[in-house]
């Protein structure tokens, strides 16, 4: 079945620095590369995501992009803010199954 | 209006009993979950639904049994509840697979 693989588990940046977490999947077949985002105490909610017939996709200060050769994906945040603190996770997946999640990196901006 | 609602929000309750976690999702989803973060915050699929059809059951003990009386509702009964059945259960529902899930506030169960 699917693994993927998530670094780092924790990040800190100052404010208006960038952001990069990165994936790694194992199963070729996945197509579907979504990131949410959890506060803390708070459901996960879904920031971005990319199909596997794009290779970049950027909304606002998100990006993300993916590498289907290395089966790896990435998330770009720029001009990070305090409220981008939070817990972010990378999940892949293909039709009928489910939604594979790494680990979650923990990001924390200070002002 | 809350799109995707659990009750109870926080469960407490004694090893050996049976307990049972309530979804309801108003967004006319076809699809629903139910996910378990553990202390370390890793989201694990449980179950997936599909117009009240069970499509995903991950290994997990047949002390979990979900039900879908209708595509708007999932619930999740837990028999003979241990200590390691505490973490956060999530409830998710997407228009169909591999579209965006919209997650639930999540219940809290603490097994002493």
């Known amino acids: 079945g699917e693994n993927v693989e998530q670094h780092p588990s924790t990040l800190s940046v100052q404010e208006g620095d960038s952001a990069v977490i990165k994936c790694t999947y194992s199963d070729s077949a996945s197509n579907y590369f979504p990131w949410y985002k959890q506060e803390l105490g708070k459901r996960p909610q879904l920031i971005i995501d990319?199909?596997?017939?794009?290779g970049e996709k950027k909304d606002q200060r998100i990006a993300v992009t993916l590498n289907k050769t290395a089966k790896h994906f990435s998330l770009h945040i720029t001009e990070t803010q305090p409220e981008d603190s939070a817990v972010y996770f990378c999940a892949a997946s293909k039709a009928g199954t489910a939604l594979i999640f790494g680990k979650g990196t923990t990001l924390s901006v200070s002002s | 209006d809350t799109a995707v609602s659990q009750t109870p929000k926080y469960l407490v309750t004694q090893m050996g009993n049976d307990k049972s976690i309530k979804c309801e999702q108003n967004l006319g989803h076809d699809t629903m979950y139910w996910y378990k973060q553990d202390s370390k915050k890793f989201l694990k699929i449980m179950f997936s639904?599909?117009?009240?059809?069970?499509?995903i059951n991950e290994t997990v003990p047949n002390r979990f049994s979900p039900k879908s009386p209708d595509k708007a509702h999932l619930n999740l009964h837990i028999n003979s509840l241990e200590l390691g059945d505490s973490a956060v259960y999530f409830c998710?529902?997407?228009?169909?697979?591999?579209?965006?899930?919209?997650f639930g506030p999540g219940t809290r169960l603490t097994v002493l």
């Open positions: 639904y599909n117009n009240k059809e069970l499509i």
């Open positions: 998710a529902s997407s228009h169909r697979q591999l579209d965006t899930q919209y």
């Open positions: 990319i199909r596997s017939n794009v």
